[in-house]
């Protein structure tokens, strides 16, 4: 049986089914935003421009203005749009003579205007999202304000060079590769920095409003899900600067390490799930003992004095330590090129080794998708667990060269036991 289209043109096409189910997503973002508006200002007792049912009728107003825009003309939706304007831009004149300066609600409403188009022209999954973002900004405000008031000048400059560093510098850095073996990308190195400031100003951010505690161990899972050599790198460095905290730094750099191995077991079950049913007792016991290691540590903190709120959290963005690694990252790429033009597939295994060093989630995705076609499943497996202990001895280095004392004694027992952990998965891999 054909569908029965209400609308059809040469890129468009609308069922009635299909109308009903949108006008209905339309009718619902239109309530949510209504409601939380309407919510907000309750508690004040006063009008308000838009509430519950002007939202639902703006959603709907969007929705209909796309549908006879793409029946007669565009310019019905467009003239829909600057109506609605019109209409804010009068509220807003009206509040604002009243005193109240605030446009968000007015701004609100313009966006559901446009998110009831966007669902006619089938684009919900887009629209709901938007519609989320722009609940979770509505809903919180006095959060935001209490965020804003307690940052101080230097945790704003901080802010604002990172934005710059990655919104204003990092896009116009070429792309392209030069130099020996022709792998040095200036766009890649960026983004690494990036990444090493992100995670330290997102940490820094965390551990002031969340306190030490949760902050790192939130940072470390955050930043486990990119790099745990970059969390390592990043905590050694502030280890040094807050002996006090090392054992909590040390937890982070442990939970990451566990993240690791979850992340390397989803990327060989995305690439070549035929790997996993030998490799998965051995990564199994690389992860709970890791798990254990970062269990052990974060439960014998208890019973210690509490940390003085006013502990110093050091500096909120290092750009020098995120070049180091930078450069550090780039020595890596030219070790591991030489490697592989020196010994080729035959040395995979010192390949994967070297190549670890600098990432282990490129070594995981190549590996296992060459993993039971042009390379023996087992030499592939073998190349991935070897890539984790190599990755582990870099960070277990890394922390003994940049971490503080306290924290070389609690990286060396706990990655002792991961690395241990790593060679019996491995013999038993292999038995």
Do not use: C
């Amino acid at each position: 049986m054909e569908a029965d289209f209400i609308l059809q043109t040469e890129n468009f096409q609308l069922t009635e089914l299909d109308f009903l189910i949108r006008m209905l997503v339309a009718t619902g973002i239109g309530f949510v935003l209504g409601l939380e508006r309407e919510f907000s200002q309750h508690s004040k007792n006063s009008d308000i421009f838009a509430g519950l049912r002007t939202f639902m009728i703006v959603a709907l107003f969007g929705f209909l203005a796309a549908y006879l825009g793409i029946t007669f003309t565009y310019l019905i939706f467009i003239t829909g749009f600057f109506s609605v304007v019109i209409i804010a831009s009068i509220s807003y004149w009206v509040s604002s003579n009243k005193g109240d300066i605030g446009s968000t609600t007015e701004f609100a409403i313009i966006l559901t205007f446009l998110l009831g188009g966007l669902v006619l022209v089938g684009n919900i999954n887009l629209s709901l999202a938007l519609t989320v973002i722009i609940l979770v900004l509505l809903s919180l405000k006095l959060t935001f304000r209490t965020i804003i008031g307690q940052l101080t000048q230097k945790e704003l400059y901080a802010f604002v060079r990172f934005v710059v560093l990655a919104l204003l510098i990092l896009p116009f850095l070429p792309d392209n590769y030069f130099g020996p073996y022709n792998i040095i990308n200036s766009r890649e190195v960026g983004w690494i920095i990036v990444l090493v400031t992100g995670i330290d100003f997102v940490g820094y951010i965390l551990m002031k409003f969340l306190g030490t505690e949760k902050g790192i161990l939130l940072t470390s899972i955050l930043g486990g899900l990119v790099s745990s050599t970059l969390v390592t790198f990043t905590f050694s460095k502030k280890s040094k600067e807050t002996p006090q905290l090392s054992q909590n730094y040390a937890v982070g750099i442990f939970a990451a390490a566990t993240v690791m191995v979850i992340r390397i077991l989803l990327l060989v079950f995305i690439f070549n799930k035929a790997m996993l049913v030998q490799l998965i007792i051995p990564l199994l016991i690389l992860l709970l003992t890791a798990f254990g290691v970062a269990l052990y540590f974060y439960k014998s903190k208890y019973g210690k004095p509490a940390l003085i709120d006013e502990i110093a959290l050091g500096d909120p963005l290092n750009i020098k330590n995120a070049v180091f690694f930078g450069i550090f990252y780039l020595g890596i790429l030219l070790l591991v090129n030489y490697a592989n033009q020196t010994y080729g597939t035959k040395g995979i295994y010192v390949s994967s080794a070297i190549s670890a060093l600098a990432d282990i989630n490129a070594i995981s995705i190549s590996v296992s998708k060459l993993g039971g076609t042009t390379m023996n499943i087992l030499f592939a497996q073998n190349a991935i667990l070897i890539a984790a202990l190599s990755n582990t001895v870099v960070k277990i280095g890394i922390a003994i060269f940049t971490g503080s004392r306290q924290l070389k004694k609690y990286v060396l027992v706990g990655y002792g036991f991961i690395f241990i952990a790593g060679v019996i998965g491995f013999l038993v891999l292999n038995l």
